[in-house]
């Protein structure tokens, strides 16, 4: 397959597949960045192998990933999974765009995505987590209340980090949802 990459393994359900793009774990099927990353990340020499766990839910508000919901849950399930077999080195966090949509507030965001991560770390899950700056969708005023949450949190939040920012990356037209 052209859309496999050689030293990526993509962990599903408890198993190790080769990466092949979409990654097994998310709702939409339209592709993702991160296994070509990750083996960027092995040709610089920095990784043997990269074992990613994608668990990417298309349109979540990040007020779905709190404390009890069932996407939390499913979050640190996986999480604790993983964790039998893996130590998570890293974490990437890109969301945002239903947040804007939906017109949630930056201290709302801030509160929910805090949240998240204190389940996280309850987990003895220490890694960083790269939070990404996401929240274009049709177009909208760029910095805007998600971006704003989403740099407080990369200031506030130990062991928050900054991850890659799409809104500034990604054109519209690299968008096949214009989101």
């Known amino acids: 397959c052209s859309n496999e990459v050689n030293d990526v393994v993509n962990y599903h359900s408890g198993n190790c597949y080769r990466a092949s793009s979409p990654l097994l774990g998310a709702t939409n099927t339209g592709g993702e960045w991160m296994s070509l990353t990750a083996q960027s990340l092995v040709d610089a020499g920095l990784y043997d192998t990269v074992v990613i766990m994608s668990l990417g839910i298309g349109g979540s508000p990040v007020a779905a990933w709190t404390e009890g919901s069932e996407l939390n849950l499913h979050l640190i399930d996986n999480l604790n999974d993983i964790s039998e077999k893996y130590t998570v080195t890293d974490m990437l966090w890109h969301q ?38 996401a929240s274009f969708c049709n177009g909208g005023d760029y910095p805007n209340n998600v971006t704003n949450a989403q740099f407080k949190i990369i200031e506030e939040i130990n062991g928050v980090e900054l991850g890659v920012n799409t809104d500034e990356l990604l054109p519209s037209e690299m968008r096949h949802d214009n989101c």
């Open 96 to 133: 945002g765009e239903s947040d804007l949509t939906w017109g949630v507030g930056t201290n709302q965001y801030v509160a929910s995505f805090s949240d998240m991560v204190s389940t996280v770390r309850a987990a003895n899950v220490t890694a960083p987590i790269f939070a990404s700056i």
